[in-house]
C-alpha cells in the first residue's frame, strides 16, 4: 500500500465524496478549483493507496422488509486474537457487521432482519458455531444516526 501523504485536496475531495459518491468528477473539479484531469488522478490515486476502499448504493431497509435492526454481543471460546468465528458469523447474510472487541464479550455484531421471528432464527445460527458460548441482543427501537462518513477536517477557505 501506498504511505502517500493526504493533503488538503485530498481531504476536500474525500468530503466531497463522502457526502455524494456518485458525483461527478467535473462536478469535484469545479468545488475544489482544479482540472478535472488533476481531479480525477488524485482519486485514482486515493483508489490505488487504498484511502478509499469503494462505493456503496445505501438501500432503506425497512422497505426491503428488513425492519428489525439489532446488535449481539457474543462470547465465544477461542484463543486471544483468534478470530475464526468472527470469519463465520460475518458470512451470514444477515450479519452486516462483525467487531471483535476487548472485554467479556468476543464480538459485537449488527443484524438487520424482517422481525422478532427472523433474529430468532439468526441467534439459533449463531448458536451452530462450535466456540460460541453466549449471546445477548439489543433491538433498536428507532435509529437517530447512522452514518458510514469519517469526520475530515473541513475547508474553511
Do not use: W
Request: proline fraction near 3%; hydrophobic fraction near 40%.
Amino acid at each position: 500500500m501506498n504511505n502517500r501523504k493526504i493533503d488538503d485536496l485530498d481531504l476536500r475531495i474525500l468530503n466531497i465524496l463522502q457526502e455524494d459518491g456518485k458525483v461527478s468528477n467535473a462536478e469535484i473539479a469545479r468545488k475544489v478549483g482544479k482540472a478535472p484531469s488533476a481531479v480525477l488522478e488524485r482519486v485514482r490515486k486515493l483508489r490505488k493507496s487504498g484511502v478509499i476502499k469503494g462505493y456503496e448504493c445505501i438501500v432503506d431497509h425497512k422497505k426491503l422488509g428488513r425492519g428489525l435492526t439489532a446488535f449481539t454481543s457474543i462470547r465465544v471460546e477461542e484463543g486471544v486474537g483468534a478470530t475464526e468465528v468472527g470469519v463465520k458469523l460475518a458470512r451470514l447474510p444477515e450479519v452486516l457487521e462483525v467487531h471483535y472487541t476487548a472485554g467479556r464479550d468476543s464480538y459485537l455484531v449488527k443484524v438487520r432482519v424482517e422481525d422478532t421471528e427472523a433474529l430468532q432464527a439468526t441467534l439459533a445460527k449463531f448458536g451452530t458455531i462450535g466456540a460460541v458460548r453466549d449471546t445477548n441482543s439489543t433491538i433498536v427501537l428507532t435509529t437517530v444516526k447512522e452514518s458510514r462518513v469519517i469526520p475530515l477536517p473541513a475547508n474553511d477557505e
